[in-house]
């Protein structure tokens, strides 16, 4: 007894679902998370609001940046004049503790964050002294 035509067109469509489908969906697993975690452009204004601060009226060369996959992590990076450093610290985050290891010239970190739904866990400042009396300066709010 031979099968009928239509049961062959029937088997070939079970196993290119059943071993088709698998492969499918590791290809749109890789293609997704290539992408996943880049940083792209952000607003410097809405990157030092996240990350409970306000950009220096005299900063300059400001570029803002965030990723986000499993948490999110914003950068943002700007240049501002030496000696204004310890006071704009001192006045954005009066609890931040000065990190012993460190590998730029100054290092705070800012663990006591305001609770907030999406908000920052904590808050890493980098600056590293620059020739000319600049100074520049990496903050890096985060989730965990």
């Known amino acids: 007894m031979r099968p009928r035509p239509s049961t062959w067109v029937w088997v070939t469509v079970l196993v290119s679902f059943f071993c088709g489908g698998p492969i499918a969906l590791v290809i749109w697993a890789a ?22 601060a306000t ?55 800012v663990q006591e964050m305001p609770p907030e739904p999406g908000g920052p866990a904590a808050v890493n400042v980098n600056v590293t002294y620059e020739d000319g009396g600049t100074a520049l300066v990496h903050v890096m709010p985060f989730t965990v």
Do not use: N
């Open 55 to 109: 950009m220096p009226k005299s900063a300059e060369d400001q570029h803002c940046t965030v990723s986000s996959w499993l948490d999110t992590q914003v950068k943002a990076e700007f240049r501002m004049p030496r000696g204004e450093v310890a006071g704009w610290l001192a006045g954005t985050y009066p609890g931040g503790r000065i990190r012993s290891y460190c590998p730029t010239d100054l290092c705070v970190d």
């Open 31 to 52: 293609m997704a998370f290539s992408e996943a975690g880049k940083p792209e452009p952000m607003d410097c204004a809405e990157a030092m609001d996240w990350a409970h």
